[in-house]
Structure formats: C-alpha cells, structure tokens
C-alpha cells in the first residue's frame, strides 16, 4: 500500500498535465505544512531582503525534499515487503533494519551482493524497487526541467512589463508609460500577450503547483504583480477611458480574472468580494490618467463599471499575495499587509 500510494503521487505530481486532488497524496500536504513552516520563519527575519532571499529557497528546496521523501518512502514499502519475505533472503533477515538496508541498495542500484533475494516473490520485488527507483529519480530530473523552463517563460513577460508599470507593477503606471511615450496604440498587444502569458501561467501552475512558490530574483519584481497591474489596466480601460480600444483589455479581464480564481481556489485562498481601493483613490488615479492625455469617462459611472469589475479579481491576488508573502502590485492603493521592502527616498 505504501510503495503504491507513493508511486501513484510521483505519477500524478510529475506525469499528469493537469491537477489532481485526492486526500491520500503526500506531496500536497509535504508543501503546504513546510510552507506554513517555511514562511513564519522567514517572515521574522530582518532586513526585508534576507527575508525574501529565505522565501525564495523554498521551492527548489521542497522539490529536493520531495525527491528524497518519496524515495524514503518506497524504501520503507519495500522494507515492509522484504521482512515479510524474509526466508527467501541469503542470508535470512534478522531484522527490518537489514530489511531496509537491502530495500535501499535495491531501489538504489547499488547492488552490493551480500544479501541475495532467492525465490520468486523476493526476487520480483527486488526488481520491482530498482524499477520504482530509477523511474523515480528519472522523472524527477526531467520534472526540474519542465519547472525551470516553465518558471523562465513566465519570468521573460514580468520583467518586460517592469519597465513599463514599474516596481512593484501598477496598473495606472503602466498606462501612463504608454501615454507618455506615444505607445497607447500598442496597448492591445500588449493585452494580447498578456492573455497568451496568462494562459500558460494557469496551465502550467495548476499542473505544477510548486511553481507558484518560485519568486523572481528581481527586487519588489513577481507574478502576481505583473497580474495584478494587468487587470487593473485593463479594468481602467474598460471602465474609466474612452478613445481607446477596449476589446482586448476586456479578453484580459476574462482570462486575468479566470487565473486569479481558479489558482486562489486550487490554493484555498479566498479574498472574499473586495474592491480594495476607495473612491478618494480612485478619483486620484483618473487625474493621473487625464495629465497623461487620457479622455475619460463621467467619474460616477466610470467608479460603478470600476468596482464591478475590480471585485472579480482584487480579494483573491490580496490573499494570494499575503498567503505566498509577495509584495502586491501597487493597485491604485497598497492594500498589501506586508512591510514594504524600500522607503520612500
């Protein structure tokens, strides 16, 4: 039961393209109590930067561990196995310690012939475990490869879009950047690739759920930031600008708001209905938004679409981004309840 517990895990961590849920999977539970664990630990730590450098360890870290836990794991299953088998062994196991030390040279490889299955049963478990391990460890290793492929895709688009809302992200600078540089017409591909982005974020990080822990290695740089700033935009311009085509910001909602719900879901992060920014803030940023040549819409019926909209998305990314310990993006007003790494100045 264990051995096979353990394999049906790595099957579904690794080989399945898609999320699976099912109570008796180790490598769920294994992420989210060392996270708990990972996080309060890191989030006593001074200065801020320390402190997001130990946040940072954790995935690759837990992708070690994982590694290491399903292989001790299956070497206690076959231990188990090979006790119960052992008057096919030569010599006789004396012990369950002989037991697992055989159980790991065999899922191991090692092979080192001084404990020899004799007779069928033992026999097609001691190829059984050199199978488990091998697979095992092989598909780990081509597992690290997709996630750092995975983790680099994503990453090219964040920090593209650094330039262009700042860091942290903000929706409101990043349509000031555009206006500022004559690029407003360029604002529907950007929505465009920012629909494509996060497509492949919500794919690859339902999959591979240890891919939301990976942080950038930019400073006040991620993600949900990223996100963040793109919804808000795309929000804006739905809801407060006119003149500007609107198609695309509103594909950008859809599938923004899509990924913000089904990941907080996944996660078990709720929000709960939040707007998140209050009228004062909001009237601010469309005085941004008019020094910066935008035409916009009566305040009264730009603030109503506004907050339609913003509620669909803004509780979750607050929650996910206290949840995983990231600095928000700066959505018209910090909501974050995490200490800003840098002051002002």
Known sequence: MIVTLILIDVFASVVVPRAVRWDWRVSPRLIRYAWAAWRSAGLRMQPAERQDAFLAMFAPFNVILLLIVWLIALIFGYALMFYGLRSEMRPPLGSLGDAAYFAGTALLTIGFGDIVATAGPARFFALSAGAAGLGTVAIVLTF??????????????????????????????????????????????????????????????????????????????????????????????????????????????????????????????????????????????????????????????????????????????????????????????????????????
Do not use: C
Request: net charge negative; charged share 20%.
């Open 144 to 345: 690290l490869f997709s996630l750092f492929a995975s983790f680099q895709r994503r990453e090219v688009f964040v920090v593209t879009l650094d330039a262009r809302g700042g860091a942290p992200a903000s929706g409101v600078s990043l349509l000031e950047t555009h206006a500022g540089l004559l690029l407003v017409d360029d604002l529907p591909d950007l929505f465009k690739r920012g629909q494509e982005w996060a497509a492949e974020v919500l794919d690859t990080h339902l999959a591979y759920p240890i891919l939301a822990f990976f942080r950038s290695s930019h400073v006040d740089v991620s993600w949900l930031a990223a996100l963040g700033a793109m919804l808000d935009a795309s929000t804006l311009i739905i809801s407060s600008i006119e003149g500007v085509p609107r198609g695309q910001a509103v594909l950008m909602h859809n599938v923004g708001s899509h990924l913000t719900n089904d990941i907080a879901k996944y996660f078990r992060v709720n929000g709960g209905p939040n707007v998140g920014v209050e009228f004062g803030e909001y009237e601010s940023a469309r005085q941004r938004l008019a020094a910066a040549g935008y035409a916009l819409v009566n305040a009264q019926e730009g603030w109503a679409t506004f907050q339609r909209l913003r509620v669909e998305y803004s509780g979750q990314l607050n929650a996910m981004a206290t949840y995983w310990a990231i600095v928000p993006a700066q959505w018209i007003g910090d909501r974050s309840p995490i200490e800003r790494r840098h002051a002002d100045g």
